[in-house]
C-alpha cells in the first residue's frame, strides 16, 4: 500500500494551499475531499476581501483556480468521505485514513475539512429544505426571483447574504435575534441603504410555514413577546457554522464547540497531526486566514515528515 507523506482532509482554502505548500516542497500529498461539504466559499457569489483582486472574484471561480495550482504541483485528489483516523502502531508512526471504500496511509496527516452551516432547529425547518428553506444564496437566490424571503441571522453570512439576494427578489426581510448586528460595519453600512430590505430587530423563528412549500415564516419578538406570521417564499439561514470533525473526535483534542485545537504552527495535540481553516479554533474564519493556516500547517507537516524520515530511512 502506498504511504503518503501528507494526507489533507479538506478541498476549502485552507487544505488547498497546504497541498500547495507541501507537493512544492516535493512530500507525497495525497487530499481527500467530501464531494458532499462544498466548501463554504464556494457558496460565495462575491469575494471582496481577499488581496489581489480589487474588482472580487467568486467563490468558486477562486477555489478552481487554488485547485489547478495544487493539480500542477503535483497534489492526489480523491472522492471520498473520511470516517475513521487513527495512529497506526508500527515503529514509523503511520497514520490511517479510513474512508468508506479505501484505507489511506500516511506519515502526517493536515484536518482542512472545514465546517458547515447550522441549522436552527425549528419546525418546518427540515420538512422545506430545498423547498423554500435554503442554506446558499448563491445557490438558490435566482429561484427566487421577484419573491419576497427571509433571512436569519446577524453575522457576515447573512449580511452579505441578504444584499446579494436583492439582486432577484423583491423584498428581504432579515430576522436577527438581538438589536445589534455581528456583520462588519461595512456590510451593515450597505444593508441600512438597501431599500428592498427590511430588518426586524430581537425577533427568531418559530416555526416555518407552508403546505408543499414554504409560505411563511410564525416568528416572535423576543422583547414584546408578540407573535406574527410574515409570508414569504423562501428562507435563507446563516445561522452561524459548525465545525466537520466528527471523525476527529477522540483522536485529537477538540474545544467545546468541536473545533480543533492547534498552537501557532497549527499542530494538534497529536504527533503528526495538524488542523487549519475553518475546522480549527479561532476567532477570525476568512478565506485569507484559511490560506495563511495552511501555509504553516504545510511548513509544520513538511517538518516533522523530514525529521521522520532522519530517524526511520525506510520510510523514505
Ligand atoms: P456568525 O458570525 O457566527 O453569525 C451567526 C449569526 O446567526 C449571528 O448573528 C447569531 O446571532 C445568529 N444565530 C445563531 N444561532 C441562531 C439561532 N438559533 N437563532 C437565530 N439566530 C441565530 O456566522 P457567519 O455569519 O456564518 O460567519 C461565520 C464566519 O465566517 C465568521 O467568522 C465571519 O466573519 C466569516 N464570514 C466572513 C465573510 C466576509 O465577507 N468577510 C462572509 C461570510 C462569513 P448573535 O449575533 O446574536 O450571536
Not at 507523506?5 to 494551499?17: F, K, W
Not at 490511517?96 to 484505507?103: A, G, L, N, P, Q
Not at 495538524?274 to 490560506?291: E, H, K, P
Amino acid at each position: 500500500m502506498q504511504l503518503y507523506d501528507v494526507i489533507i482532509i479538506g478541498g476549502g482554502p485552507a487544505g488547498l494551499t497546504a497541498g500547495i505548500y507541501t507537493s512544492r516542497a516535493r512530500l507525497r500529498t495525497l487530499l481527500v475531499e467530501d464531494f458532499t461539504l462544498s466548501p463554504q466559499v464556494t457558496t460565495t457569489f462575491q469575494i471582496e476581501n481577499y488581496p489581489g483582486f480589487p474588482e472580487g472574484i467568486g467563490g468558486l471561480d477562486l477555489i478552481e483556480r487554488f485547485k489547478k495550482q495544487a493539480k500542477e504541483f503535483g497534489v492526489e485528489f480523491k472522492q471520498a468521505r473520511v470516517k475513521n483516523v487513527e495512529r497506526g502502531l508500527t515503529s514509523i508512526k503511520e497514520i490511517k485514513i479510513e474512508t468508506e471504500s479505501e484505507v489511506y496511509n500516511s506519515l502526517s496527516l493536515i484536518i482542512a475539512s472545514g465546517a458547515r452551516p447550522k441549522e436552527l432547529g425549528v419546525k418546518g425547518e427540515k420538512e422545506f429544505r430545498g423547498k423554500g428553506v435554503s442554506y446558499c444564496a448563491t445557490c438558490d437566490g435566482p429561484f427566487f426571483r421577484d419573491r419576497e424571503v427571509v433571512v436569519i441571522g446577524g453575522g457576515d453570512s447573512a449580511v452579505k447574504e441578504a444584499l446579494y439576494l436583492t439582486r432577484f427578489v423583491r423584498k428581504v426581510t432579515l430576522l436577527h435575534r438581538r438589536d445589534k448586528l455581528r456583520a462588519t460595519k461595512i456590510l451593515q453600512e450597505r444593508l441600512f441603504s438597501e431599500q428592498k430590505i427590511d430588518v426586524r430587530w430581537d425577533s427568531v423563528a418559530e416555526e416555518i410555514l407552508g403546505r408543499e412549500k414554504v409560505e411563511g415564516v410564525r416568528i416572535i419578538n423576543l422583547k414584546t413577546k408578540e407573535k406574527s406570521v410574515l409570508s414569504c417564499d423562501g428562507v435563507f439561514i446563516f445561522a452561524g457554522l459548525l465545525p466537520n470533525t466528527d471523525f476527529a473526535r477522540g483522536v485529537v483534542e477538540l474545544d467545546e464547540k468541536g473545533y480543533v485545537v492547534v498552537d501557532s504552527r497549527m499542530r494538534t495535540s497529536v504527533e503528526g497531526i495538524f488542523a487549519c481553516g475553518d475546522c480549527r479554533s479561532t476567532i477570525l474564519r476568512q478565506v485569507i486566514t484559511a490560506c495563511g493556516d495552511g501555509a504553516f500547517a504545510a511548513f509544520s507537516a513538511q517538518e516533522y515528515v523530514e525529521q521522520l524520515k532522519l530517524q526511520a530511512p525506510s520510510t523514505k
